[in-house]
């Protein structure tokens, strides 16, 4: 059952190894099949670089596993929530990765700095509110996503020139057309996060606001309107 999805998957996983945006158990990459309404995940509790293609479980959209010798990702609820408010999207990425998650520990934004950032995301990478009690207590994955989502339309965001945000005091969540353009889109934000907690710990004088129209230049240089109906373009797949 659906066994390229599963070997896309499976190989973006081990992306988010390669690229040391996870340590021990701590990330995990999906996909979708919309036309049947089922996801691949990678197990919970196993670490990413110890997973094999065989590992990977199928769930549906109520979060029932459908195959698998083992149970999914404790982040599952979170993934569906995403897949369910952003319908373009087929895959989504999750880790801990350092920089990123200092800024999601701290309950910051990544701004926008540079040209870097504005080739791959149009405007502060913006993060979540904290989760309130209620949330934490009750169904904490899915309102995990729902935090997320909530982030995007009060903040009139959209999702396809943002493919990504922060949870507070958790850490990133990216999406894109595949699994690996997710992946993609953690590499550029970890990166971009190292970039920008850099320059904001410099003196309040050096840290410069990116002019709006370079911003504008760069993200609609790399984009057209469509542009999440096309992956990242090929110089910066990762392989």
């Known amino acids: 059952m659906l066994e390229q999805l599963k070997k896309e998957v499976y190989e973006a996983n081990m992306l988010l190894s390669k690229y040391k945006l996870t340590t021990f158990t701590w990330g995990n990459v999906s996909g979708i099949d919309r036309k049947h309404g089922?996801?691949?995940l990678k197990p919970g509790g196993v670490a990413v670089e110890d997973i094999t293609l065989d590992d990977m479980v199928v769930v549906n959209m109520q979060g029932l596993k459908v195959e698998g010798k083992?149970?999914?990702?404790?982040d599952t609820l979170t993934h569906i929530e995403l897949y369910r408010a952003f319908p373009f999207i087929n895959g989504i990425a999750?880790?801990?990765?350092r920089w990123c998650t200092i800024f999601s520990q701290m309950g910051l934004g990544i701004p926008a700095l540079g040209t870097t950032h504005a080739d791959y995301f149009h405007g502060e990478i913006p993060c979540t509110r904290k989760l309130r009690a209620y949330e934490?207590?009750?169904d904490y994955e899915r309102e995990t996503g729902s935090v997320i989502v909530e982030r995007?339309?009060?903040?009139?965001?959209?999702?396809?020139?943002?493919p990504g945000a922060l949870v507070c005091n958790h850490g990133p969540y990216t999406w894109g057309r595949s699994p690996k353009e997710a992946v993609n889109y953690s590499v550029v934000m970890e990166e971009v996060a190292f970039m920008a907690w850099h320059c904001m710990a410099l003196p309040d004088r050096y840290l410069v606001p990116m002019q709006k129209d370079l911003l504008e230049r760069h993200f609609s240089r790399r984009h057209n309107k469509?542009?999440?109906k096309?992956?990242?373009?090929?110089?910066t797949n990762l392989s």
């Open 38 to 40: 089922l996801i691949v």
């Open 152 to 162: 995007f339309q009060k903040g009139k965001l959209d999702p396809e020139e943002m």
């Open 230 to 235: 096309n992956q990242i373009d090929t110089d």
């Open 70 to 74: 083992s149970q999914p990702t404790t």
């Open 94 to 97: 999750h880790s801990h990765a």
């Open 136 to 138: 934490i207590r009750g």
């Open 226 to 228: 469509n542009r999440l």
